[in-house]
């Protein structure tokens, strides 16, 4: 079945940089779309990107523009995601989550997210 | 502030059914994008219940039903049992800056 494992939580000061990783397995990782979601606090969810295993092309949030880098590693069937110059607002839980085939284009790249990974806990303070 | 409303809290006796709404713009349900359903219990990773508006995935009760109208959408969940007790949240996508991924600010389901 469809897994996707996150890397451990994160306790980071301000103005630092995090990266946190998600294993895939369980499919052809090349195939499908991964995205980055998360969320704050008794807060909703925030889109932050999206990444294209295939070929490694992504697209961020304009609101994280300049400081969000996503990463893959077919070899490892890895996505990475790192956030640089942290805020106390960044704190929240990061999700990996996978949408459509690669196939499918940008149809597949917006379609509902069948799997997502446990999550990661982000924790930026002072 | 969600590009997507929804109400924060909704309420049912079991065997009840209630309905939660996400209302969007022209620039997402309105434009005909598809509405995702996700349901998410505490503490856990979010879990899609309804997709493309009304379809449930292999393993979702009949009990949840997804409709789209004009620039909202629609959760129903009839014969609420208490393990429904979540949040819930609606997604879509969005073709203006906002997006292209936009959430709903999320429904806690209280079964009472």
């Known amino acids: 079945q469809v897994l996707l494992v996150q890397s451990g939580a994160e306790v980071k000061k301000t103005g630092a940089s995090v990266k946190i990783s998600c294993k895939a397995s369980?499919?052809?990782?090349?195939?499908?779309?991964l995205h980055w979601v998360r969320q704050a606090p008794g807060q909703g969810f925030e889109w932050v990107g999206i990444?294209?295993?295939?070929?490694?092309?992504?697209s961020n949030s304009l609101k994280l523009q300049g400081r969000v880098t996503m990463t893959r590693d077919t070899s490892t069937t890895t996505v990475y995601m790192e956030l640089s110059s942290l805020r106390s607002d960044d704190t929240a839980v990061y999700y990996c989550a996978r949408s459509g085939s690669v196939d499918e284009g940008i149809v597949g790249a917006y379609m509902s997210f069948q799997s997502w990974g446990q999550g990661t806990l982000v924790s930026v303070s002072s | 502030q969600s590009v997507l409303t929804q109400p924060p809290s909704v309420s049912g006796a079991p065997g009840q059914r209630v309905t939660i709404s996400c209302t969007g713009s022209?620039?997402?349900?309105?434009?005909?994008?598809?509405v995702q359903w996700y349901q998410q219990l505490p503490g856990t990773a979010p879990k899609v219940i309804i997709y493309?508006?009304?379809n449930r995935p292999s393993g979702v009760p009949d009990r949840f039903s997804g409709s789209k109208s004009g620039t909202s959408a629609s959760l129903a969940i009839t014969g609420l049992q208490a393990e429904d007790e979540a949040d819930y949240f609606c997604q879509s996508y969005d073709g203006s800056l906002s997006g292209p991924v936009v959430f709903g600010g999320g429904t806690k389901l209280t079964v009472l």
């Open positions: 022209s620039s997402n349900i309105g434009a005909g994008y598809d």
């Open positions: 369980g499919y052809t990782f090349i195939n499908y779309y």
């Open positions: 493309d508006n009304n």
């Open positions: 990444v294209n295993p295939r070929g490694g092309s992504t």
